[in-house]
């Protein structure tokens, strides 16, 4: 069974930094794209970053590229998002996730070719 639990979210004001954790259990970092995804309120989720399985390939939006970092912790299980230049608009609940198909060559970027979820942390950031 795989279990995801996010932790790092919080309030910070515009131009600062937070950094997310992801601890996985169940699923392999050596074998599937793992991504991170933020929710508002009335909205999709929609994509921020992708790891794909093998060696380091990163994937970002638009929105957040050159900001924000995605990283993995192999001995420790862990997914990171650090996050920097924080701006009010990336207020969001940050969701990790994995991908329902291992080794797939470019990690997806629709919420849908993801099957495990993690519950959620809040992000907020003040003006």
């Known amino acids: 069974q795989v279990q995801l639990v996010e932790s790092g979210g919080g309030l910070v004001q515009a131009g600062g930094s937070l950094r997310l954790s992801c601890a996985a259990s169940g699923r392999t970092f050596t074998s599937y794209n793992w991504g991170w995804f933020r929710q508002t309120p009335g909205n999709e989720r929609e994509f921020v970053a992708a790891l794909k399985w093998s060696g380091n390939a990163q994937y970002y939006a638009d929105s957040v590229k050159g900001r924000f970092t995605i990283s993995k912790s192999i001995p420790k299980d862990t997914l990171y998002l650090q996050m920097d230049s924080l701006k009010p608009e990336d207020t969001a609940i940050y969701f990790c996730?994995?991908?329902?198909?291992?080794?797939?060559?470019?990690?997806?970027?629709?919420?849908?070719?993801?099957?495990?979820w993690g519950q959620g942390t809040q992000v907020t950031v003040s003006s």
């Open positions: 996730a994995t991908e329902s198909s291992h080794y797939r060559n470019n990690p997806r970027r629709l919420p849908k070719d993801y099957d495990c």
